[in-house]
């Protein structure tokens, strides 16, 4: 349902009937690469647009691939992950900014998993100029650094 050429989906979850796909799409008007999000209804195959206003946050990229990961619990609770803003929480109307904590330069988030109102985003951090594991806990309104075994 993109609008634009290439377009492309690089990420989907689905919680029952409803699923979320983050991707991105080319608009000549926008001087490069535009996020785009979409949502899909098994029941009655039909695709909805819910593109985040993402503003000046890809102004300044001309290939701005937003949420390389995306996890929902339901229609009401997904989560998205990359991009030059970082996080992106849905609540089945409108987008909002869920950043991250930063663990430090060479730290990201690579994957997560939500349910009930609850996400973890797993990646790793730089420790001694050494990956390390990294986990952090979104609670529906803010992150926490949880502990891991390596």
Do not use: K, Y
């Amino acid at each position: 349902p993109a609008i634009g050429n290439p377009a492309q989906m690089n990420a989907v979850s689905c919680a029952w009937t409803f699923c979320l796909s983050t991707g991105s799409s080319s608009a000549d008007a926008a001087g490069g690469t535009v996020a785009d999000a979409d949502t899909f209804d098994a029941a009655s195959q039909t695709w909805t647009s819910v593109a985040p206003d993402l503003g000046n946050l890809c102004a300044e990229f001309h290939a701005c691939f937003w949420a390389g990961a995306v996890s929902c619990a339901s229609p009401t609770s997904c989560m998205t992950l990359g991009g030059p803003d970082g996080s992106q929480w849905w609540n089945g109307t409108a987008w909002q900014s869920a950043r991250a904590i930063s663990a430090g330069r060479g730290s990201a988030l690579q994957g997560t998993s939500c349910g009930g109102g609850h996400c973890l985003a797993v990646g790793f951090r730089a420790v001694a100029g050494m990956r390390r594991t990294l986990a952090e806990l979104w609670n529906g309104s803010t992150w926490t650094i949880i502990t891991t075994p390596r």
